[in-house]
């Protein structure tokens, strides 16, 4: 049997990771519980494997999403490297694939292969196959299901009716890898928190479940538990990609790793302090706060990562 190595903790924080250690899975997870900070931090690769060039991503349903819901999220994957060249407007215009450069940055420094994320299926799971309450193995499992690519990840989403094992009381998602056989895959799961603790995975949507209160944000696609998850999605694919199998990019014990878009907790604009996102772009029409500008017009919030020069966090705004 694989054995379990219990997770650590520390201060929480808005963004705090944990790691579950099993023989055969590494994992990191990202909690929203109170309003504390770190100082930046400096990341140091640790000479292990990372994604490169082209990542195939496949991506399963559980549970009942809308088609509409389906697409804030599939869109989001897909303004992470756009084909098209970027145009005048884009160049000034702060966008998903800017911000997805600093993940690049890291891949590039490591001496290994700008990236190309690609969506390459979807399958849906609103028979709830594995029922509605879920171990963290029972995730491994519907990713090991859905198979991966080489080099690709298997994106686990779950739905606001689904809950999983340590959801809302340690992680609002996680990254991992399995094992099987000689081959290892990579995997992420998140989990839509509308409905069980938005005051924890959907902040700066919905109030802080801990500490300093004040005015939620605007979703910027109206939805405040997918718009939750694209932050933590973000946050956990640019781990996945930086450090998937625990050897890349991290600071720390590799058992809690702070990982890219976890070193600048609750930074999401220039100017942020704890309870407050920082200085953001507001949507004229629905008075929503975004920081970024996606695919067909989309328009999403995403965490402040470590620029790895200057070794502060970079907010897009």
């Given at each position: 049997?694989?054995?379990?190595?219990?997770?650590?903790?520390?201060?929480?924080?808005?963004?705090?990771?944990?790691?579950?250690?099993?023989?055969?899975?590494?994992?990191?997870?990202?909690?929203?519980?109170?309003?504390?900070?770190?100082?930046?931090?400096?990341?140091?690769?640790?000479?292990?494997?990372?994604?490169?060039?082209?990542?195939?991503?496949?991506?399963?349903?559980?549970?009942?999403?809308?088609?509409?819901?389906?697409?804030?999220?599939?869109?989001?994957?897909?303004?992470?490297?756009?084909?098209?060249?970027?145009?005048?407007?884009?160049?000034?215009?702060?966008?998903?694939?800017?911000?997805?450069?600093?993940?690049?940055?890291?891949?590039?420094?490591?001496?290994?292969?700008?990236?190309?994320?690609l969506l390459t299926n979807q399958v849906l799971d609103e028979g709830y196959s594995m029922g509605r309450l879920l171990r963290r193995s029972d995730v491994s499992e519907l990713a090991?299901?859905?198979?991966?690519?080489?080099?690709?990840?298997?994106?686990?989403?779950?739905?606001?009716?689904?809950?999983?094992?340590?959801?809302?009381?340690?992680?609002?998602?996680?990254?991992?890898?399995?094992?099987?056989?000689?081959?290892?895959?990579?995997?992420?799961?998140?989990?839509?928190?509308?409905?069980?603790?938005?005051?924890?995975?959907?902040?700066?949507?919905?109030?802080?479940?801990?500490?300093?209160?004040?005015?939620?944000?605007?979703?910027p696609n109206g939805d405040v538990g997918l718009d939750g998850m694209v932050i933590n999605l973000a946050t956990l694919l640019a781990g996945s990609v930086t450090n998937?199998?625990?050897?890349?990019?991290?600071?720390?014990?590799?058992?809690?790793?702070?990982?890219?878009?976890?070193?600048?907790?609750?930074?999401?604009?220039?100017?942020?302090?704890?309870?407050?996102?920082?200085?953001?772009?507001?949507?004229?029409?629905?008075?929503?706060?975004?920081?970024?500008?996606?695919?067909?017009?989309?328009?999403?919030?995403?965490?402040?990562?470590?620029?790895?020069?200057?070794?502060?966090?970079?907010?897009?705004?």
């Open positions: 049997m694989a054995s379990i190595r219990q997770p650590k903790e520390s201060t929480p924080v808005l963004v705090f990771l944990l790691l579950l250690s099993f023989t055969d899975l590494c994992v990191a997870s990202r909690k929203l519980s109170s309003l504390y900070q770190p100082p930046p931090t400096i990341l140091t690769y640790h000479r292990g494997a990372l994604l490169e060039g082209n990542i195939p991503i496949s991506v399963l349903w559980y549970g009942k999403f809308s088609p509409s819901q389906r697409s804030i999220i599939t869109d989001f994957l897909l303004s992470l490297t756009p084909p098209h060249r970027p145009t005048t407007f884009a160049i000034i215009t702060p966008t998903v694939s800017k911000w997805w450069r600093t993940v690049d940055y890291y891949v590039q420094k490591a001496g290994k292969r700008k990236t190309h994320v090991r299901r859905l198979g991966v690519m080489a080099g690709g990840v298997a994106l686990v989403l779950t739905a606001a009716d689904v809950a999983v094992e340590g959801f809302c009381s340690a992680a609002c998602g996680m990254h991992g890898s399995v094992a099987a056989g000689s081959a290892r895959s990579v995997y992420i799961w998140v989990g839509d928190s509308l409905s069980q603790c938005p005051g924890q995975c959907a902040w700066p949507f919905h109030e802080p479940a801990y500490g300093q209160q004040g005015q939620p944000l605007g979703a998937p199998y625990g050897g890349g990019f991290f600071q720390g014990d590799r058992d809690a790793p702070v990982e890219v878009a976890a070193g600048c907790p609750g930074v999401y604009g220039k100017g942020a302090y704890p309870g407050y996102a920082g200085k953001l772009r507001v949507d004229v029409k629905t008075k929503a706060s975004y920081n970024v500008e996606g695919e067909k017009g989309r328009k999403y919030l995403v965490p402040a990562l470590l620029d790895p020069i200057s070794n502060s966090c970079l907010p897009m705004v």
